[in-house]
């Protein structure tokens, strides 16, 4: 069974962005990127909101062509043109994309089918809107969280008001030169 994990980065208040969307604070660097590159090793299933798949479809597809491209560029980019892409978006209804499917109802449903499919895992990247739908149907399986070293204030928060406690059990953790801490939670089932 697919486990899906969410990869993001977020503040020591527990914002991943300002109150605009503003994301100016998050510190990645080629530490970071060597973890994000194992990840999505990891990975055949690539899952989004509609806003970060549009962030992501405006830069990946070429990022690796440009010829100031780094290693990330290039390895990620290789990564996301072949990966499977899922978006959750009401607005995207209908559309009919290339390796890319659209679920717009029914998420529990979809993401359920989904996760019994085998293969890798399916990674996370933002969005998160989408994944406060997802953690309200407690649908996410791991987490990765970057905490970045720095007080935000108000912003987006990534945890929403859950209606039952969700356990979680600390896998690893990581401290990068920047002070960035990788924390590796997986979710504790209860049988």
Do not use: C
């Amino acid at each position: 069974m697919k486990k899906l994990v969410l990869f993001m980065h977020i503040s020591l208040d527990g914002f991943v962005a300002g109150p605009n969307g503003e994301m100016d604070w998050i510190h990645v660097d080629d530490e970071i990127f060597e973890q994000a590159g194992k990840r999505i090793d990891e990975a055949d299933t690539a899952l989004y909101g509609r806003v970060t798949y549009e962030m992501m479809e405006a830069y990946w597809p070429t990022a690796g062509d440009k010829p100031e491209a780094s290693k990330h560029d290039l390895d990620h980019s290789r990564w996301y043109n072949q990966v499977a892409k899922i978006v959750l978006s009401k607005s995207m209804k209908g559309q009919i994309l290339d390796n890319t499917t659209i679920i717009s109802d029914d998420l529990a449903d979809h993401i359920s089918k989904l996760k019994k499919k085998p293969g890798k895992e399916i990674i996370m990247f933002g969005s998160p809107g989408a994944a406060h739908s997802l953690m309200q149907l407690d649908l996410i399986d791991g987490y990765w969280l970057f905490v970045n070293p720095i007080l935000v204030g108000n912003g987006i928060p990534l945890f929403p008001r859950l209606e039952d406690q969700r356990k979680l059990k600390l896998l690893s953790s990581l401290v990068y030169t920047s002070g960035v801490i990788a924390l590796h939670y997986e979710r504790v089932t209860e049988v």
